[in-house]
């Protein structure tokens, strides 16, 4: 096909030569989409010096700080988005099981 004369384009179906710009955009919009999905895990503050903390953290409280159940994860009770400072913070941390965990996070987003 010459390059020079504009074929139709298969994105957007205009005839036009060089880049297309729909498929540009249509492609930056999709790279910012696979971006807030995969936010790295250390983007999110969680890093190999919060999992030794929260590992740590989950042997001496194994217990769910709420229902007295087992506990599967350590949360944060201050967020790391309000206090990053206290990310590492052991008094800020409390163990959780899951369903407590989830009720908790929905109560903090209510009050949010
Ligand atoms: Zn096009
Ligand atoms: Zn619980």
Same mark, same amino acid.
């Given at each position: 096909? @010459? =390059?020079?004369?504009?074929?139709?384009? *298969?994105?957007?179906? $205009?005839?036009?030569?060089?880049?297309?710009? +729909? #498929?540009?955009?249509?492609?930056?919009?999709? +790279?910012?989409?696979?971006? !807030?999905? #995969? @936010?790295?895990?250390? %983007?999110?503050?969680?890093?190999?010096?919060? $999992?030794?903390?929260?590992?740590?953290?989950?042997?001496?409280? @194994? =217990?769910?700080?709420?229902?007295?159940?087992?506990?599967?994860?350590?949360?944060?009770?201050? *967020?790391?988005?309000?206090?990053? %400072?206290?990310?590492?913070?052991?008094?800020?941390? /409390? =163990?959780?099981? *899951? @369903?407590?965990?989830?009720?908790?996070? /929905?109560? /903090?987003? !209510?009050?949010?």
């Amino acid at each position: 096909m @010459p =390059s020079r004369a504009p074929s139709v384009c *298969t994105h957007c179906g $205009e005839p036009h030569t060089g880049i297309c710009a +729909k #498929r540009a955009a249509a492609i930056a919009a999709r +790279k910012a989409r696979a971006d !807030r999905r #995969r @936010p790295s895990s250390s %983007e999110r503050g969680y890093d190999a010096a919060w $999992e030794k903390l929260r590992a740590d953290y989950l042997a001496a409280y @194994p =217990s769910c700080a709420r229902c007295g159940q087992k506990a599967h994860l350590v949360d944060h009770k201050i *967020t790391i988005a309000k206090a990053p %400072e206290r990310r590492l913070d052991p008094s800020n941390l /409390q =163990s959780l099981c *899951t @369903p407590c965990h989830s009720s908790w996070k /929905q109560a /903090q987003d !209510r009050k949010a």
